[in-house]
């Protein structure tokens, strides 16, 4: 779920496309992605409790207390991917061979505006992938190039579309981890009880990191 995310940040966060000239040196070049996510989550709570009490004069008291409670909770999970590059070739690298129906609208979507396919075609199934191409620089870098690839499936056709224009190029030194994109997200609950409250902090960022080594 996250690398499918990170595909999608590619495709709003990196644009730009230069010519691409390889070179051979018999050297591989090892491209490795990895999906970060983030969460730190606070927890304060004030909570009261009590009973009635009824007295021999027909009157009542309500004895109770106050209790406050503080946590606080953070979670790091990662997924990562590599491929093996030959020095100035290219390699497929599937993120997801199936990705979730509630997703598959943004594909399809986007694809139409780009007019990849035509107005109406209704997607069945998607599938997401990355073309990584590698060539070896002096001074220890390495120039990489990254082009989203969709897979679609409709009821009557299917297809392969390379998203040419959300492709990106760069150079990375040997061995380096250079973060791509990512999100960040903050959430602030405050529930009331009848005696007490309970509030909540959430702050979850997702990041997505490319290294590239020379083997």
Not at 71 to 89: A, C, K, L, N, Y
Request: no cysteine; proline share 2%.
């Amino acid at each position: 779920m996250i690398a499918v995310r990170a595909l999608a940040f590619l495709l709003a966060l990196l644009m730009g496309s230069s010519e691409y000239a390889g070179a051979q040196s018999g050297k591989q070049v090892r491209v490795a992605f990895d999906f970060r996510q983030s969460s730190t989550q606070k927890r304060d709570a004030v909570d009261g409790s009590g009973r009635v009490i009824i007295t021999d004069r027909g009157g009542t008291r309500s004895p109770g207390r106050v209790g406050v409670d503080s946590t606080q909770r953070r979670v790091q999970t990662s997924t990562g991917m590599f491929t093996i590059v030959q020095d100035g070739g290219e390699s497929m690298l599937l993120v997801a061979s199936q990705i979730p129906y509630s997703q598959i609208t943004f594909y399809r979507d986007y694809l139409t505006g780009a007019g990849y396919v035509a107005t109406g075609l209704q997607f069945k199934d998607v599938g997401t992938s990355l073309k990584v191409g590698a060539v070896i620089l002096p001074g220890n870098q390495v120039k990489v190039r990254l082009t989203p690839t969709i897979s679609w499936l409709s009821a009557d056709k299917s297809g392969v579309i390379e998203v040419n224009e959300a492709s990106t190029e760069l150079i990375v030194p040997n061995g380096r981890t250079v973060v791509l994109g990512g999100t960040t997200t903050q959430t602030h609950e405050l529930t009331r009880r009848i005696l007490g409250y309970r509030a909540s902090q959430t702050a979850t960022e997702t990041t997505m990191a490319l290294t590239a080594t020379i083997r």
